[in-house]
């Protein structure tokens, strides 16, 4: 991902969350050189991903697959791609939080093993000035 992307992401973005990212937060996280990577299937990005790393340890903090695409196994294939980068890099471990609304993701993550490992009360913005839990989870690498 690159500052080319920017427009493409922030408008998937909106599609895809009811609270989503904004351009500035991807800008930044370019700028603070986290890792920002596409996912392209026959030369169409089909999904964005964004990661910290300190360490040993990462932190994915976005990962979406444009709507038209769910169901086809992209996310497993963009999460393969996403932690053979990091390995090399000499990550142990990868977290993430995930809303426990978000049933989808909550599979995948469980299914390429992920274990939830403790939960943030409140963390997530949700309808009507609500808030969402937020459910923390561990992969070994």
């Known amino acids: ?9 922030e408008g998937q973005e909106r599609v895809l969350h ?36 300190v360490l040993d340890e990462a932190h994915l903090l976005n990962i979406s697959i444009v709507r038209e695409c769910h169901g086809q196994g992209l996310g497993r294939t963009f999460l393969d791609a996403l932690c053979d980068e990091i390995r090399k890099r000499g990550v ?28 943030r009360k409140r963390y997530y913005p949700a309808a009507d000035g609500e808030r969402e839990d937020a459910i923390v989870m561990r992969l070994g690498l």
Do not use: H
């Open 1 to 9: 991902m690159n500052i080319d992307d920017l427009a493409w992401v």
């Open 18 to 53: 009811p609270f989503p990212w904004t351009m500035g937060n991807f800008s930044d996280a370019l700028e603070a050189g986290y890792i920002a990577r596409i996912i392209c299937v026959d030369g169409r990005n089909v999904g964005y991903a964004v990661m910290l790393t």
């Open 92 to 119: 142990a471990q990868m977290f993430l939080e995930v809303r426990p609304s978000n049933e989808a993701a909550k599979r995948l993550y469980t299914a390429y093993g992920f274990v939830p490992i403790g939960r």
